[in-house]
């Protein structure tokens, strides 16, 4: 399957963004997917994650509250609702994919990635 992540941009604090992770194939639905963050200078971290079904979701306590992953499957694509921005959630933002049952923060676990969108938070 392959990724295409978009929706970054320049936002102020507190404000709102919408990522999307369009994929190819038919078969998007057997996958969990995730949302991971890597900001300037540091390692690439988990944010969140939705298991193939859509009927669980996963998430960082540093997002927690604040973001929300969904999917519609008919579209082949996964969103990340982000809310109440801090300058903190600046980063790359990737999605990736996974086959494997049940979902897991380690990057490892997931097969295939998106190129990344950037989000920058400004004070």
């Known amino acids: 399957v392959q990724l295409q992540a978009c929706g970054g941009g320049l936002v102020q604090v507190g404000g709102s963004l919408r990522l999307s992770c369009a994929a190819s194939g038919r078969t998007f639905s057997t996958y969990n997917i995730g949302w991971f963050r890597q900001a300037s200078g540091k390692e690439r971290e988990f944010v969140a994650a939705i298991i193939r079904s859509a009927g669980s979701t996963y998430y960082a306590d540093s997002v927690k509250g604040r973001f929300t992953i969904s999917r519609d499957n008919a579209k082949n694509t996964v969103y990340l609702q982000m809310n109440s921005l801090k300058p903190e959630d600046t980063a790359v933002y990737y999605c990736?994919?996974?086959?494997?049952?049940?979902?897991?923060?380690?990057?490892?676990?997931?097969?295939?990635w998106g190129q990344g969108t950037l989000v920058t938070v400004s004070s």
């Open positions: 990736a994919a996974s086959g494997r049952i049940g979902v897991k923060a380690q990057e490892n676990w997931y097969d295939y």
